[in-house]
């Protein structure tokens, strides 16, 4: 299984959006408001082919499928929003097909995940399901989006239907991100440091799923430097990914390297949500860059709201937080957000927004989590130190 066979859910988590915030107005028509990323001629080709195919024939399953994924990924590569509309625009001729072909369906999806409309994303993999049942795609993308809502249960379920459809490794790892208390985390980590000792065959793609998935672990182990050598080597493979960018500089901030995260120069990427820290790593430092960022935030947050875009509640309570200090709004946000997502990250904002909105009973969602057996010791002080930390 390649890139394409790979949760789209998993990759599609680096695009971010938000909503705070005046619009702004250029002050001239020479000023730069966004570099984007080079589209390369072979992608330009291959697009082109897709939507050659699609012209001659509106309904041809299998360039819609292909141009929706080309789209997405693109997107996921580059954090440029725009694609993920282009995938949306590309299945129109389906927009309201109550049962299209499974691989419709899985791309409808994939869409709808990117969009963090989770439910109906949920659904149309269900409908694929029922009917392919063997449809692995299908069942890790379902796997993934049951993880990041936080029902591991479902997650756990989907993961197991996969053996013998896909490579023993594309289980483990799903497995291994669905990973509940201690001793699971612990044995999930191992597992897949024996995988990664052994990975020379492995796509690129799959490689990096299991590197950021064994970080994630690390890190809910309280083992940073460890978290932190797994997006290293991960980003050894694919430098400028957004997500693998981002799981950086939340290490980077989580141990107050704040000086590395301006040094970095991440905002430099076509993504918000770097943009984020990189500010709160400024206004830690105390430096002018920090207004000069959240004026920019504000705009796009702004231009984002006005198209209705909301997709991305965690970095708009980050911002809200960290960088604007408004911790009401904070928790509103990081409230809204839980709804929708319920990662690592999110229980940390959580339970930060409540303490400084001095509502600690606000985390209690979090709080009741953990005990029911969830094990995640980056949230050991994450009412104090994040509060302290920017």
Known sequence: MTLKGLPLAVALSGITFASLGAPYVPVSDNEVLLELAAISRADQAQWREHRQSLAASPLDTQAATQLVTAYLEHATATADARYVSYAQGVLTPWRFDARPAPAILVARAAVK?????????????????RAQPENPQARLMRANIHQVRGRFDDAAGDCAALWRQVPAHIV??????????????????????????????????ELIWCLHTASELAWRQGDLPGAARYIE????????????????????LEQRQYESVVARRYERVADTGLMVRVAMAAKRLGIGRSDELARELRARFAADAQRGDRRHLREEGMFALHVIDDPDVALELAQQNWAV??????????????????????????????????????????????????
């Open 341 to 390: 997502q319920r990662e690592a990250a999110d229980r940390r904002l959580l339970i930060a927004a409540a303490a400084r909105a001095g509502q600690p009973g606000a985390a209690e969602p979090v709080l009741t989590l953990l005990r029911n057996g969830l094990f995640d010791q980056s949230l050991a002080h994450a009412d104090t130190q994040e509060g302290e930390q920017l």
């Open 233 to 252: 080597r991960a980003l050894l493979v694919a430098p400028d990914t957004p997500s693998l960018l981002t799981a950086q500089a939340d290490l980077l």
């Open 172 to 205: 483990q790892t799903c497995r291994a991100a669905n990973a509940v208390s201690e001793d699971q985390v612990g044995r999930a980590r191992v597992m897949l440091d024996g995988l990664l000792a052994d990975s020379g065959d492995l796509p690129a793609n």
């Open 113 to 129: 995940q990117a969009l963090h409309r989770f439910d109906d994303a949920v659904a149309d993999l269900t409908l694929a399901i």
